[in-house]
Protein backbone atom coordinates (compact mmCIF):
# COMPACT_ATOMS: atom_id res chain seq x y z
CA UNK A 1 0.00 0.00 0.00
CA UNK A 2 1.16 3.51 -1.25
CA UNK A 3 2.05 6.19 1.46
CA UNK A 4 -0.74 8.62 2.22
CA UNK A 5 -0.36 12.03 -0.03
CA UNK A 6 -0.56 15.51 0.78
CA UNK A 7 -0.42 18.16 -1.70
CA UNK A 8 0.04 21.76 -0.95
CA UNK A 9 -1.76 24.58 -2.76
CA UNK A 10 -2.53 28.21 -3.37
CA UNK A 11 -1.83 31.11 -5.85
CA UNK A 12 1.63 31.96 -6.05
CA UNK A 13 4.40 33.38 -3.46
CA UNK A 14 2.08 32.92 -0.33
CA UNK A 15 5.48 30.55 1.08
CA UNK A 16 3.85 27.13 -0.38
CA UNK A 17 7.88 26.07 -1.33
CA UNK A 18 9.23 26.90 2.21
CA UNK A 19 6.54 25.26 4.00
CA UNK A 20 7.42 22.44 2.22
CA UNK A 21 11.20 22.55 2.51
CA UNK A 22 10.11 22.66 6.26
CA UNK A 23 8.48 19.64 6.58
CA UNK A 24 10.82 17.46 4.53
CA UNK A 25 13.89 18.62 6.64
CA UNK A 26 15.97 19.66 3.37
CA UNK A 27 15.87 22.21 0.43
CA UNK A 28 14.13 20.55 -2.23
CA UNK A 29 11.76 23.10 -3.78
CA UNK A 30 13.32 25.95 -5.17
CA UNK A 31 12.56 28.84 -2.78
CA UNK A 32 12.52 32.60 -4.67
CA UNK A 33 10.49 35.67 -4.29
CA UNK A 34 9.66 35.59 -7.88
CA UNK A 35 5.68 34.12 -8.61
CA UNK A 36 5.69 31.12 -10.43
CA UNK A 37 8.90 29.97 -9.55
CA UNK A 38 7.93 26.30 -8.52
CA UNK A 39 6.34 25.07 -12.45
CA UNK A 40 5.81 21.13 -11.67
CA UNK A 41 4.87 18.97 -8.88
CA UNK A 42 7.50 17.83 -6.52
CA UNK A 43 7.66 15.07 -4.11
CA UNK A 44 8.98 14.43 -1.50
CA UNK A 45 8.52 11.40 1.66
CA UNK A 46 8.30 12.54 5.29
CA UNK A 47 7.21 11.34 8.75
CA UNK A 48 5.66 12.69 11.83
CA UNK A 49 4.97 10.97 14.93
CA UNK A 50 6.17 7.90 13.05
CA UNK A 51 3.92 8.06 10.35
CA UNK A 52 5.13 8.28 7.23
CA UNK A 53 3.60 10.47 4.12
CA UNK A 54 4.19 11.98 0.44
CA UNK A 55 4.20 15.78 -0.22
CA UNK A 56 3.43 16.97 -3.21
CA UNK A 57 4.31 20.73 -3.77
CA UNK A 58 2.75 22.70 -6.67
CA UNK A 59 3.64 25.98 -8.53
CA UNK A 60 1.34 28.80 -7.88
CA UNK A 61 -2.29 28.66 -9.26
CA UNK A 62 -3.40 31.20 -11.59
CA UNK A 63 -6.98 30.53 -12.21
CA UNK A 64 -7.31 33.45 -15.48
CA UNK A 65 -4.53 32.98 -17.31
CA UNK A 66 -4.17 32.67 -20.83
CA UNK A 67 -0.28 32.29 -20.74
CA UNK A 68 0.78 28.91 -21.81
CA UNK A 69 3.51 28.15 -18.79
CA UNK A 70 0.96 29.30 -16.24
CA UNK A 71 -2.02 27.03 -17.31
CA UNK A 72 -0.38 23.76 -17.63
CA UNK A 73 1.03 24.68 -13.88
CA UNK A 74 -2.57 25.24 -13.34
CA UNK A 75 -3.53 21.73 -14.55
CA UNK A 76 -0.77 20.00 -12.72
CA UNK A 77 -2.02 21.75 -9.50
CA UNK A 78 -5.71 20.05 -10.07
CA UNK A 79 -3.59 16.65 -10.74
CA UNK A 80 -1.91 17.12 -7.14
CA UNK A 81 -5.50 17.91 -5.99
CA UNK A 82 -6.62 14.59 -7.34
CA UNK A 83 -4.09 12.54 -5.88
CA UNK A 84 -3.96 13.50 -2.48
CA UNK A 85 -5.56 12.40 0.58
CA UNK A 86 -5.28 16.10 2.36
CA UNK A 87 -4.83 19.41 0.92
CA UNK A 88 -3.32 22.13 2.69
CA UNK A 89 -4.38 25.33 0.91
CA UNK A 90 -2.43 28.11 2.05
CA UNK A 91 -3.01 31.73 2.08
CA UNK A 92 -0.88 35.14 2.50
CA UNK A 93 -1.45 36.18 6.18
CA UNK A 94 0.40 39.81 5.74
CA UNK A 95 -1.63 40.16 2.38
CA UNK A 96 -5.25 39.13 3.42
CA UNK A 97 -8.17 37.55 1.91
CA UNK A 98 -7.35 37.81 -2.12
CA UNK A 99 -10.11 37.34 -5.29
CA UNK A 100 -7.27 34.88 -6.21
CA UNK A 101 -7.28 33.17 -2.80
CA UNK A 102 -11.51 33.06 -3.27
CA UNK A 103 -10.99 31.67 -7.26
CA UNK A 104 -8.37 28.84 -6.30
CA UNK A 105 -11.06 27.97 -2.97
CA UNK A 106 -13.63 27.37 -5.63
CA UNK A 107 -11.69 24.80 -7.31
CA UNK A 108 -10.72 23.09 -4.23
CA UNK A 109 -14.27 22.83 -3.53
CA UNK A 110 -15.06 20.40 -6.07
CA UNK A 111 -12.45 18.34 -5.04
CA UNK A 112 -14.33 16.57 -2.13
CA UNK A 113 -10.98 15.99 -0.31
CA UNK A 114 -10.47 17.01 2.99
CA UNK A 115 -8.94 20.27 2.71
CA UNK A 116 -6.99 22.33 5.42
CA UNK A 117 -6.96 26.13 5.37
CA UNK A 118 -3.02 27.48 6.33
CA UNK A 119 -2.79 30.99 6.97
CA UNK A 120 1.26 31.75 6.32
CA UNK A 121 3.87 34.33 6.99
CA UNK A 122 1.84 34.88 10.97
CA UNK A 123 4.88 36.01 12.35
CA UNK A 124 3.25 37.18 16.07
CA UNK A 125 0.76 34.76 17.76
CA UNK A 126 -0.47 37.42 19.62
CA UNK A 127 -2.24 38.66 16.32
CA UNK A 128 -3.04 35.64 14.87
CA UNK A 129 -6.65 35.48 15.48
CA UNK A 130 -6.94 39.31 13.58
CA UNK A 131 -4.63 38.25 10.66
CA UNK A 132 -6.92 34.91 10.38
CA UNK A 133 -10.62 36.35 10.43
CA UNK A 134 -11.46 36.98 7.31
CA UNK A 135 -10.44 33.76 5.76
CA UNK A 136 -13.30 31.89 7.43
CA UNK A 137 -15.03 33.54 4.63
CA UNK A 138 -13.73 30.62 2.44
CA UNK A 139 -15.81 28.23 4.24
CA UNK A 140 -12.88 25.51 5.37
CA UNK A 141 -13.53 25.39 8.97
CA UNK A 142 -11.18 26.82 11.55
CA UNK A 143 -8.15 28.36 9.33
CA UNK A 144 -4.19 27.13 10.89
CA UNK A 145 -1.84 30.53 11.31
CA UNK A 146 1.35 29.65 10.60
CA UNK A 147 4.56 30.79 10.14
CA UNK A 148 6.48 28.82 7.82
CA UNK A 149 9.71 30.54 7.63
CA UNK A 150 10.18 30.97 11.33
CA UNK A 151 8.54 27.24 12.41
CA UNK A 152 5.79 28.32 14.20
CA UNK A 153 2.83 26.36 14.62
CA UNK A 154 3.81 23.47 12.21
CA UNK A 155 3.45 21.13 14.85
CA UNK A 156 0.11 21.58 15.59
CA UNK A 157 -0.59 21.38 12.21
CA UNK A 158 1.22 18.63 11.46
CA UNK A 159 -0.99 17.05 13.77
CA UNK A 160 -4.34 18.13 11.64
CA UNK A 161 -2.67 16.95 8.68
CA UNK A 162 -2.08 13.21 9.98
CA UNK A 163 -5.03 13.27 11.50
CA UNK A 164 -7.29 14.32 8.46
CA UNK A 165 -5.46 10.76 6.73
CA UNK A 166 -7.38 7.75 6.25
CA UNK A 167 -6.85 5.44 9.08
CA UNK A 168 -5.59 2.49 6.80
CA UNK A 169 -3.41 4.75 4.61
CA UNK A 170 -0.23 4.41 6.41
CA UNK A 171 1.82 1.78 4.15
CA UNK A 172 5.15 0.04 4.03
CA UNK A 173 7.80 1.57 2.70
CA UNK A 174 9.43 2.34 -0.65
CA UNK A 175 10.34 -0.32 -2.39
CA UNK A 176 10.13 0.53 -6.28
CA UNK A 177 13.65 0.83 -8.55
CA UNK A 178 13.99 4.40 -8.51
CA UNK A 179 15.25 5.98 -11.93
CA UNK A 180 16.80 9.11 -12.68
CA UNK A 181 16.30 10.77 -16.19
CA UNK A 182 19.03 13.25 -16.76
CA UNK A 183 21.01 14.76 -19.47
CA UNK A 184 21.24 18.13 -20.76
CA UNK A 185 17.72 20.74 -21.45
CA UNK A 186 15.47 19.94 -24.03
CA UNK A 187 16.84 16.26 -25.15
CA UNK A 188 13.28 14.71 -24.24
CA UNK A 189 13.49 13.82 -20.71
CA UNK A 190 9.86 15.15 -19.58
CA UNK A 191 8.36 13.65 -22.69
CA UNK A 192 10.31 10.48 -21.80
CA UNK A 193 7.72 10.64 -18.81
CA UNK A 194 4.72 11.37 -20.06
CA UNK A 195 5.10 9.02 -22.68
CA UNK A 196 5.96 5.83 -20.58
CA UNK A 197 3.00 6.81 -18.22
CA UNK A 198 0.55 7.93 -21.06
CA UNK A 199 -0.12 11.66 -19.24
CA UNK A 200 1.12 14.67 -19.16
CA UNK A 201 2.73 14.28 -15.91
CA UNK A 202 5.04 16.73 -16.28
CA UNK A 203 5.29 20.18 -18.31
CA UNK A 204 6.61 19.71 -22.13
CA UNK A 205 8.01 22.97 -23.96
CA UNK A 206 10.01 23.50 -26.41
CA UNK A 207 12.53 26.05 -23.91
CA UNK A 208 14.59 24.81 -23.01
CA UNK A 209 14.87 24.88 -19.32
CA UNK A 210 11.23 24.19 -18.45
CA UNK A 211 11.68 21.61 -15.88
CA UNK A 212 13.44 23.64 -12.92
CA UNK A 213 12.91 20.94 -10.15
CA UNK A 214 13.10 17.30 -9.79
CA UNK A 215 9.86 15.25 -10.47
CA UNK A 216 9.44 11.99 -8.61
CA UNK A 217 6.57 9.96 -10.75
CA UNK A 218 5.21 6.53 -9.67
CA UNK A 219 5.15 3.67 -12.24
CA UNK A 220 4.29 0.01 -12.22
CA UNK A 221 4.91 -2.20 -15.48
CA UNK A 222 4.57 -5.50 -15.70
CA UNK A 223 3.99 -5.92 -11.92
CA UNK A 224 7.24 -4.05 -11.15
CA UNK A 225 7.18 -0.43 -9.31
CA UNK A 226 9.52 2.50 -10.46
CA UNK A 227 9.60 5.89 -9.41
CA UNK A 228 10.65 8.12 -12.28
CA UNK A 229 12.44 11.35 -11.52
CA UNK A 230 12.62 13.63 -14.03
CA UNK A 231 15.13 16.74 -13.82
CA UNK A 232 16.38 19.88 -15.03
CA UNK A 233 18.88 19.43 -17.69
CA UNK A 234 22.46 19.67 -16.88
CA UNK A 235 24.34 22.68 -18.63
CA UNK A 236 27.95 24.17 -18.42
CA UNK A 237 28.74 25.93 -15.36
CA UNK A 238 29.34 28.80 -17.95
CA UNK A 239 26.07 28.58 -19.04
CA UNK A 240 24.08 28.55 -15.78
CA UNK A 241 23.13 32.42 -15.00
CA UNK A 242 20.51 32.65 -12.65
CA UNK A 243 20.12 31.15 -9.01
CA UNK A 244 16.93 29.41 -9.98
CA UNK A 245 18.76 27.41 -12.64
CA UNK A 246 21.67 26.89 -10.22
CA UNK A 247 19.33 25.21 -7.34
CA UNK A 248 17.61 22.94 -10.24
CA UNK A 249 21.31 21.58 -11.14
CA UNK A 250 22.30 20.68 -7.93
CA UNK A 251 18.79 19.21 -7.27
CA UNK A 252 19.73 17.01 -10.74
CA UNK A 253 22.68 15.81 -9.30
CA UNK A 254 21.12 15.26 -5.78
CA UNK A 255 18.55 13.01 -8.06
CA UNK A 256 21.32 10.93 -9.32
CA UNK A 257 22.59 10.10 -5.21
CA UNK A 258 18.99 9.50 -4.66
CA UNK A 259 18.55 6.93 -7.64
CA UNK A 260 19.14 3.41 -8.62
CA UNK A 261 19.25 4.10 -12.14
CA UNK A 262 20.46 6.81 -14.61
CA UNK A 263 18.71 7.05 -17.90
CA UNK A 264 21.02 9.41 -19.81
CA UNK A 265 19.44 10.66 -22.20
CA UNK A 266 21.40 12.23 -25.63
CA UNK A 267 20.28 13.85 -28.82
CA UNK A 268 21.00 11.30 -31.61
CA UNK A 269 21.97 14.67 -34.53
CA UNK A 270 24.23 16.42 -31.94
CA UNK A 271 25.75 12.79 -30.31
CA UNK A 272 27.54 11.90 -27.46
CA UNK A 273 28.47 15.71 -26.59
CA UNK A 274 31.12 16.59 -24.05
CA UNK A 275 28.98 17.44 -20.94
CA UNK A 276 26.95 13.98 -21.77
CA UNK A 277 30.29 12.50 -20.85
CA UNK A 278 30.08 14.50 -17.49
CA UNK A 279 27.12 13.92 -16.45
CA UNK A 280 27.80 10.22 -16.89
CA UNK A 281 30.48 10.61 -14.97
CA UNK A 282 28.15 11.83 -11.96
CA UNK A 283 26.72 9.05 -12.35
CA UNK A 284 29.35 6.56 -12.53
CA UNK A 285 31.11 8.46 -9.46
CA UNK A 286 28.11 7.99 -7.67
CA UNK A 287 27.86 3.70 -8.35
CA UNK A 288 24.75 4.02 -10.44
CA UNK A 289 23.00 1.67 -12.93
CA UNK A 290 23.26 3.21 -16.12
CA UNK A 291 21.39 3.02 -19.57
CA UNK A 292 22.51 5.70 -22.15
CA UNK A 293 18.91 6.35 -24.49
CA UNK A 294 19.57 8.14 -27.85
CA UNK A 295 16.63 10.12 -28.59
CA UNK A 296 14.90 11.41 -31.60
CA UNK A 297 16.49 8.55 -33.61
CA UNK A 298 14.06 8.88 -36.39
CA UNK A 299 15.68 11.55 -37.54
CA UNK A 300 18.59 10.16 -38.52
CA UNK A 301 19.47 8.78 -42.17
CA UNK A 302 20.12 5.15 -41.73
CA UNK A 303 22.47 2.51 -43.46
CA UNK A 304 22.89 -1.10 -42.70
CA UNK A 305 25.19 -0.62 -39.91
CA UNK A 306 24.24 2.73 -38.74
CA UNK A 307 22.86 1.73 -35.17
CA UNK A 308 26.21 -0.52 -34.68
CA UNK A 309 28.16 2.38 -35.68
CA UNK A 310 26.60 4.80 -33.44
CA UNK A 311 26.93 2.49 -30.60
CA UNK A 312 30.56 1.72 -31.17
CA UNK A 313 31.41 5.13 -31.22
CA UNK A 314 29.56 5.80 -27.78
CA UNK A 315 31.61 3.16 -26.21
CA UNK A 316 34.72 4.01 -27.14
CA UNK A 317 34.06 7.54 -25.93
CA UNK A 318 32.48 6.00 -22.60
CA UNK A 319 35.41 3.88 -21.54
CA UNK A 320 35.18 4.48 -18.05
CA UNK A 321 31.29 3.39 -18.53
CA UNK A 322 31.51 0.58 -20.94
CA UNK A 323 29.57 -1.37 -19.61
CA UNK A 324 26.11 0.56 -20.28
CA UNK A 325 24.04 -0.76 -22.64
CA UNK A 326 22.70 1.66 -25.45
CA UNK A 327 19.03 1.87 -26.25
CA UNK A 328 18.09 3.68 -29.50
CA UNK A 329 14.45 5.60 -29.48
CA UNK A 330 12.06 8.29 -30.48
CA UNK A 331 10.14 9.57 -27.96
CA UNK A 332 7.79 11.45 -30.13
CA UNK A 333 6.96 8.42 -32.14
CA UNK A 334 7.27 6.07 -29.21
CA UNK A 335 9.95 3.55 -30.29
CA UNK A 336 11.03 1.55 -28.38
CA UNK A 337 10.08 3.66 -25.00
CA UNK A 338 9.33 0.29 -22.87
CA UNK A 339 12.47 -1.35 -23.86
CA UNK A 340 14.38 1.63 -21.68
CA UNK A 341 12.14 0.16 -18.35
CA UNK A 342 13.37 -3.68 -19.46
CA UNK A 343 16.44 -2.41 -19.59
CA UNK A 344 16.26 -0.92 -16.40
CA UNK A 345 14.46 -3.74 -14.49
CA UNK A 346 17.95 -6.20 -16.06
CA UNK A 347 20.07 -3.62 -14.47
CA UNK A 348 18.23 -3.48 -10.72
CA UNK A 349 18.58 -6.99 -10.88
CA UNK A 350 22.20 -7.12 -11.78
CA UNK A 351 22.88 -4.43 -9.11
CA UNK A 352 21.60 -7.08 -6.44
CA UNK A 353 23.85 -10.04 -7.91
CA UNK A 354 25.61 -11.77 -4.76
CA UNK A 355 28.47 -13.97 -5.70
CA UNK A 356 29.66 -16.58 -3.59
CA UNK A 357 33.54 -16.22 -2.39
CA UNK A 358 34.40 -19.54 -3.49
CA UNK A 359 33.00 -19.09 -6.99
CA UNK A 360 34.62 -15.34 -7.01
CA UNK A 361 37.75 -16.63 -6.06
CA UNK A 362 37.99 -19.30 -8.60
CA UNK A 363 37.37 -16.48 -11.33
CA UNK A 364 40.38 -14.64 -9.97
CA UNK A 365 42.87 -17.33 -9.18
CA UNK A 366 42.18 -17.82 -13.22
CA UNK A 367 42.64 -14.41 -14.32
CA UNK A 368 45.74 -14.00 -12.07
CA UNK A 369 47.11 -17.60 -13.85
CA UNK A 370 46.34 -15.49 -17.69
CA UNK A 371 48.03 -12.57 -16.93
CA UNK A 372 50.48 -12.16 -14.10
CA UNK A 373 49.97 -9.63 -11.27
CA UNK A 374 52.27 -5.82 -11.93
CA UNK A 375 55.44 -5.36 -9.90
CA UNK A 376 58.15 -2.96 -8.98
CA UNK A 377 61.14 -2.95 -8.01
CA UNK A 378 61.14 -6.45 -7.53
CA UNK A 379 58.03 -6.57 -5.38
CA UNK A 380 54.74 -8.64 -7.15
CA UNK A 381 51.65 -7.57 -6.10
CA UNK A 382 49.79 -10.66 -4.50
CA UNK A 383 45.92 -11.54 -4.40
CA UNK A 384 44.99 -13.92 -1.35
CA UNK A 385 41.53 -13.93 -1.94
CA UNK A 386 38.48 -11.96 -2.67
CA UNK A 387 35.18 -11.58 -1.32
CA UNK A 388 31.49 -9.57 -2.28
CA UNK A 389 30.95 -7.55 0.95
CA UNK A 390 27.97 -5.25 -0.86
CA UNK A 391 25.46 -4.44 -3.45
CA UNK A 392 23.66 -1.89 -5.26
CA UNK A 393 26.26 -1.14 -6.25
CA UNK A 394 28.20 -4.79 -6.01
CA UNK A 395 30.99 -3.90 -4.10
CA UNK A 396 34.15 -6.44 -3.59
CA UNK A 397 36.90 -6.33 -0.76
CA UNK A 398 40.11 -8.11 -2.24
CA UNK A 399 43.13 -8.63 0.90
CA UNK A 400 46.22 -8.18 -1.12
CA UNK A 401 49.67 -6.93 0.08
CA UNK A 402 50.56 -3.97 -0.87
CA UNK A 403 47.63 -1.47 -2.48
CA UNK A 404 50.57 0.54 -4.11
CA UNK A 405 51.31 -2.54 -6.68
CA UNK A 406 47.54 -2.76 -7.65
CA UNK A 407 47.76 -0.45 -11.01
CA UNK A 408 44.29 0.62 -12.31
CA UNK A 409 44.69 -1.15 -15.69
CA UNK A 410 45.27 -3.94 -13.55
CA UNK A 411 42.33 -3.40 -11.50
CA UNK A 412 40.18 -2.67 -15.01
CA UNK A 413 41.42 -6.61 -16.03
CA UNK A 414 40.13 -7.71 -13.47
CA UNK A 415 36.68 -5.69 -13.56
CA UNK A 416 35.89 -7.28 -17.22
CA UNK A 417 36.91 -10.43 -15.84
CA UNK A 418 34.48 -10.49 -13.40
CA UNK A 419 32.30 -8.97 -15.92
CA UNK A 420 32.96 -12.02 -18.80
CA UNK A 421 31.78 -14.34 -15.95
CA UNK A 422 29.05 -12.28 -14.11
CA UNK A 423 25.34 -10.82 -15.72
CA UNK A 424 26.66 -7.19 -14.83
CA UNK A 425 25.88 -4.63 -17.48
CA UNK A 426 24.53 -1.88 -16.60
CA UNK A 427 25.94 -1.31 -13.11
CA UNK A 428 28.99 0.02 -11.67
CA UNK A 429 30.94 -2.62 -9.48
CA UNK A 430 33.55 -1.12 -6.77
CA UNK A 431 36.67 -2.42 -5.45
CA UNK A 432 38.21 -1.91 -2.26
CA UNK A 433 41.98 -3.25 -1.34
CA UNK A 434 42.76 -4.09 2.23
CA UNK A 435 46.41 -5.16 3.01
CA UNK A 436 46.63 -8.09 4.63
CA UNK A 437 48.99 -7.30 8.31
CA UNK A 438 52.50 -7.57 7.87
CA UNK A 439 52.86 -8.48 4.07
CA UNK A 440 53.74 -4.83 3.04
CA UNK A 441 57.57 -4.56 3.73
Known amino acids: MSKPILAIVGRPNVGKSTFFNRLVGERRAIVEDVPGVTRDRIYAETEWNGKEFAVIDTGGIEVRTDDTIRSQMRDQAVMAMDMADVICFM ?43 DFYELGFGEPVPISAANMTNIGDLLDRIVEGFPDDSFGRADESVHIAIIGKPNVGKSSLVNALTQQKRVIVSPIAGTTRDTIDTPFTYKDRQYTLIDTAGLRKKSKVNDSIERFSVVRAIAAIERCDICVLMIDAEEGLTEQDKKIAGYAHEAGKGLLIVVNKWDLIEKETNTMRDYERKIKAELLFASYAPVVFTSVLNKLRIFDIIERCSRIADARSVRITTGRLNSIIEDAVMMRQPPSDKGRRLKIYYATQIGTKPPLFSFSINDRELMHFSYARYLENKIREAFDFEGTSIKFVWSEKRGERR
Not at 99 to 106: C, G, I, S
Open 91 to 133: VDGKEGLTTADREVADLLRRTGKEVILVVNKVDSPSKAYEVVL
